[in-house]
Each structure stands twice: as C-alpha cells, then as structure tokens.
C-alpha cells in the first residue's frame, strides 16, 4: 500500500464541537527481528489496556518490497520496519518503539524523567545488539560469498562482541529484574528480540543464567507470545522447521551477500 493510500485510510471522528482526529496505525513490517519489535510493541500496549487506533499490517517481504520505489519513498534505508501515523512516517525500530511509547503511554515507556532510564538502552540496542547479533548470524548463517578462511575474523569478532554485549545485559540483570529496571520496558522488547534466538546466531548465553531466565521470562508475557507469532505458524515460534530453516537460510545469504549492496538507491 502506498503512502498516500495508507493515509487515505484515516478515520476522522467528529467529537463534540472540536474535531478530533484519530487516524490508523499502518505498520510495515516481517517475521525478523526487528520487525517483531513493533508486533510485540503493539501486543504489548493492548496488554497494558491502552486504546489504540486502527492498526493495519502490510508484510514486507524482504525478497524485494524493501527496494520498491514506495517502500523507498517512506524508508530510504530501504529495511523494515517502518510505521505511519498521523500523516507522519517513522523508520527504525527503536525510534518507532520510543515514539509509540511517547504516543500511547503506560508502563512501557516513561514520559518523564524516567524515560532516561530507558533512551540510551534503547540507543544501546540500536548501535550494538542490532548490528552485532546481524553480522554474527550473518557470517554463522547465511554469507555464501566468502570461504572459512576469509569468515575466521569477523565470525570471532562478532563472536566475542556479542558474547560482550551479553554479559553487559548480566550486568544489568544482576541489579535488577530487567534491562533497565524493576519495570519491563521498551527497551527489553527491542534487546530481546536478538537475544532469544542465540541458538540460530549461536552465542552461547547459557553462561549467564540471569540472561537465560530473562529470555524466559520476556517469552512467558501474553503480548509477547502474540506478537512473535507474526508471520510465522503457531508449532515454529520457538523452534523453526527444516523448511523454514532452508527458507532463511536462502533469504539471509541473498541479503547478506556483497552481491546485494549497491552503492546508491
Ligand atoms: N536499524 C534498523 C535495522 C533494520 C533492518 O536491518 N531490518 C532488516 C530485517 S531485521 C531488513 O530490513 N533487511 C533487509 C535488507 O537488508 O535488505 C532498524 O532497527 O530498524
């Protein structure tokens, strides 16, 4: 769906004498994870018993729609996820996580000074796990164009970075029951949805049991349940098929090859 169509789908409601707009949640997203950041975000904002507009999916099918000249025109970086609200685009997952906090406020997201508690987590998600638990999945995973020789150093780079990264996420653990604190945040959803696959990105967090029964404990939530479930069948949530394996296998090395980076858009 075009942008201009997404807007088209705004619904106005007249309430009492000033005009009030409410317009749809249109979200453009896939089975990845990043894109369940925003599936689980929502989830989870139902669960806190917020009122939400009408919010409408389009799947992103990372076999090509992130390069079409409309998903172009609203996310120039050309990845998923990207949302629409309010006549207004937003792209990256944590921007469009801080936003929907900012948004539709409950326990997921302070708006006063606590939400500094939060932000430089979420930044931290952004610039570390993100890209690390990518590279490390990549070159564990799906890159075809390089041999074993040529993967040794970035597989231990990225290896021991994410190993880094997690025994950070211990340390904060140690002091409290999540991330940031004793309250489940936006910024568990977003580090979360890299650290619980750690056996497809093979990163042995099984050393550190506080990470271990965090990954568990995030999974156990009603919201997350629902929203990690998109896009994929019910029986494959926690352990992917052969097929579907193959199928990943196939998307990542054709994504994550030399092959599909061009040097402008
Ligand atoms: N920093 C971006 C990263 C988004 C990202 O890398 N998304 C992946 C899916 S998890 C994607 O769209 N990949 C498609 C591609 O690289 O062509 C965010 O957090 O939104």
Redesign the pocket.
Known sequence: MTVAQSCMKAKFVCIQENLEVEVSLEIYTGA????WKITIMIEELKEAGVVLPEVNYHTVS?GGD?FTDEYTAMNPN????TIVHDGRVII???AILQYLGEKFPSSLFPTDDRRWDVIPWLYWQ?ANI?PVF?NKLSYTRYITDANEEQKAHPMERFGKEALRLVSVLDYQLARHSYLTGDQYTVADIATWCWIRSYKWSKVDITTKPRVVDWVHRVRARPGVERGIGYGVPKDEIDKFSKERREQYKRGGGS?ASNE?LKSDL
């Open positions: 990845t994870p990043n894109g990372l992130q050309q990845k998923l996820p990256e997952s944590c952004a993100g990518g994504i599909a």
